[in-house]
């Protein structure tokens, strides 16, 4: 009976994930990237969720102050960028800014999905239905939303500076992980405990984010296309 419920829930988080995915490529349809280099983000990221666990108990192990939220999140932020560091960024398809904001998203995608799942699992073996469907739900719009956010802030800073020296992308990489950092530590501290209208003002300033990650997002694509012009 688990098998079935954990089929269920892996299904609940991939396929939202996906759309999203599906989202996000439509946007930069001029130049589509690879499905198999989309393919090995989507499951890096993924990847990262089986590797941060036993990071993050040994974090709770080792230290339980007010912080550890904080702890918490660095290690899963800075374990998906380091996904797009070790196995998509040194690709030869990586050839435009833009580029990096995609690969970013979706490994950020895949480890949504697969989190997203986790949380829907426990209540589903519990016989929380209802419960289940409103983390699904509720996970979709905004947890998903935030890691969208958190990875793709590294991803537009490193894609502002594509034409720059590599001193200066790692400098603004490791500036737009600790905005990733603080992005998700704030969403994580307001989200605890909150309710009703508390949620509703937090995955307001999520979707704000998300809108202007999009504006960005189109802002990175006419850096490209002026580069061209230049040439």
């Not at 895949?110 to 986790?118: H, Q, T």
Request: aromatic residues 16%; negative net charge.
């Amino acid at each position: 009976m688990e098998s079935t419920y954990f089929a269920i829930a892996f299904l609940s988080g991939l396929i939202p994930a996906l759309f999203w995915v599906w989202f996000w490529l439509r946007e930069d349809s001029d130049k589509p990237e690879p499905y198999f280099l989309i393919a090995i983000s989507f499951i890096a990221g993924m990847a990262v969720v089986p590797l941060a666990l036993p990071l993050q108990k040994l974090a709770v192990d080792l230290y339980s102050g007010p912080n550890i939220t904080v702890i918490w999140v660095t290690i899963e932020e800075s374990l998906k960028y380091a996904a797009a560091l070790a196995l998509i960024f040194w690709n030869q398809e990586v050839d435009e800014p833009i580029d990096m904001v995609i690969y970013m998203i979706v490994i950020a995608l895949g480890f949504a999905a697969l989190e997203n799942a986790l949380f829907i699992f426990n209540p589903l073996v519990m016989g929380e239905y209802i419960g289940s469907l409103l983390t699904g739900g509720f996970r979709f719009l905004g947890a998903t939303l935030l890691h969208v956010l958190a990875s793709g802030t590294v991803g537009v800073f490193l894609a502002l500076t594509y034409y720059r020296p590599k001193s200066i992308q790692v400098l603004f990489g490791t500036i737009g992980l600790f905005m990733a950092i603080v992005l998700h530590a704030l969403f994580n501290f307001f989200i605890m405990d909150a309710s009703g209208e508390t949620i509703l003002i937090v995955f307001l300033f999520v979707w704000m984010g998300i809108i202007l990650l999009f504006l960005l997002f189109e802002k990175i694509k006419q850096l490209e296309h002026k580069h061209k012009l230049q040439l």
